[in-house]
C-alpha cells in the first residue's frame, strides 16, 4: 500500500457537487493499494499514521500525535500511486484491480476506525475534487513495501 499523508487545517472530498467528507486539523490520507497488498499491510499502515507525531506541541516541535490533538482524517482512493510513469502517459497496471482495492480500502476504513478515528472519506472509483488546506506543509509519503 502507498499513501501520502498530508497534515491539513482542514480538507474535503466533494462527489458530484456534494461534500462526501471534510475534516478539520488532521491528515488527508491519499491512498493506493497494490495488487500484493493484504490486510496485514494495511494494519501496519494504519498504525504508521495514527501514531505519527508531527503536530507541533508547547515548544514548537514536531512531537504530537493524531489523537493528542484531536485531529481527524479524511481518506480518499487514489490509484494513480501506483502509476507506471517511464512514458508520457502514465500506465495503471501496477495498481490492484478493484476487485482487490476496493475491499482493502474499505478494510483500511474500518482500522482506522478501530484504531479509534471514524475516517471521513471518498467513494471508491468515483470522480472527486479534493480540497485541502495544508498546514506546515506537512507531507509524508508511506510505501508499505519499505515500512
Known amino acids: 500500500m502507498r499513501a501520502i499523508v498530508t497534515r491539513v487545517s482542514s480538507a474535503s472530498v466533494t462527489i458530484e457537487g456534494k461534500t462526501a467528507g471534510a475534516i478539520e486539523k488532521g491528515f488527508l490520507v491519499l491512498l ?5 497488498d493484504t490486510e496485514k499491510e494495511a494494519d501496519r499502515l494504519v498504525d504508521k499514521i495514527t501514531h505519527l507525531r508531527v503536530f ?4 514548537d516541535k514536531m512531537n504530537l500525535a493524531l489523537e493528542q490533538v484531536g485531529g481527524q482524517l ?3 482512493s487514489q490509484f494513480t500511486l501506483y502509476a507506471d ?8 497496471s501496477h495498481a490492484a484491480p478493484p476487485s482487490l482495492a476496493k475491499p482493502l480500502y474499505e ?3 474500518a482500522a482506522c476506525e478501530r484504531a479509534g478515528f ?13 480540497a485541502s488546506v495544508n498546514d506546515g506543509p506537512v507531507t509524508l509519503i508511506f510505501d508499505t513495501d519499505t515500512l
Do not use: C
Not at 471514524?118 to 479534493?130: I, L, N
Open 85 to 92: 510513469l517511464k512514458s508520457r502517459r502514465p500506465g495503471f
Open 32 to 36: 493506493g493499494v497494490g495488487p500484493e
Open 107 to 109: 478494510y483500511f476504513l
Open 56 to 59: 507541533t506541541d508547547e515548544n
Open 118 to 130: 471514524k475516517p471521513e472519506h471518498g467513494e471508491f472509483g468515483a470522480d472527486m475534487q479534493v
Open 74 to 76: 479524511l481518506v480518499v
